[in-house]
């Protein structure tokens, strides 16, 4: 008898890693093909320029999206990852250096960097992360790439907070394909970056600096 359970054990853990194999759960980091996002260098017209020097500070995500993964979701309580693909960095990191690269296109600050550029800055931006997955929802023939975006402005020194916002944005895939889906994030991402940088510019007008 014990003989036979120990045998059906085995079987049964082998049956399991065949089929966590298959979801792609097991799969090789090192073979997973890579995609990233692209900041956005247009603009609404109008937006007011300053004379501000503005930090990006570091983009804030919960655990599930801490991460290269590609995240999906196929319920409102679900997180997921898509098998043999990934971000070519943290998706935190990834959108913080767009974000970055947007604000610094659109030309409306006479200074943009990250902490680690040693600005003596007038505003920092903090940004969280709240929603970068695909969610399938059964609404058309792929998933729909969902970006939340967080934004609150602080006016330096002292920390006083300027404003918050959040953002989002939807856009469906044309299809169940990775380089459609990825496609989709690029859009919905860059339309929450071009909102953000909008924003950001309008609020940081409407506050006086410091001299």
């Known amino acids: 008898m014990s003989t036979l359970l ?50 990006i500070g570091p983009v804030e995500a919960p655990a599930g999206l801490d991460t290269n993964r590609i995240a999906l979701t196929r319920a409102p309580l679900s997180l997921d990852y898509f098998a043999e ?15 970055l690269e947007s604000t610094q296109n659109s030309g409306m600050f006479k200074a943009v960097g990250s902490d680690t550029f040693n600005l003596r800055s007038d505003y920092l931006l903090k940004t969280e992360l709240r929603n970068f997955e695909a969610v399938y929802d059964s609404q058309g023939p792929g998933p729909t790439a969902t ?8 006016k330096l020194p002292g920390d006083a907070v300027v404003g918050q916002t959040v953002i989002r944005e939807r856009q469906p895939s044309a299809s169940n394909e990775i380089p459609e889906i990825v496609g989709a994030f690029n859009t919905a991402l860059g339309k929450a ?12 007008a409407l506050s006086p600096r410091r001299r």
């Open 6 to 55: 120990h045998r059906s054990a085995a079987l049964a853990l082998a049956a399991l890693t065949l089929s966590v194999a298959g979801c792609g759960l097991l799969s090789n980091p090192e073979t997973r093909r890579l995609y990233q996002v692209t900041s956005v260098s247009t603009f609404a017209v109008g937006l007011p320029h300053s004379d501000a020097q503005l930090t």
């Open 85 to 99: 693909v990934a971000w070519s960095d943290r998706a935190p990191a990834m959108v913080r250096t767009a974000l």
């Open 147 to 154: 970006v939340v975006l967080g934004l609150t402005l602080v």
């Open 193 to 204: 970056l071009q909102e953000a940088v909008g924003w950001t510019a309008d609020h940081a």
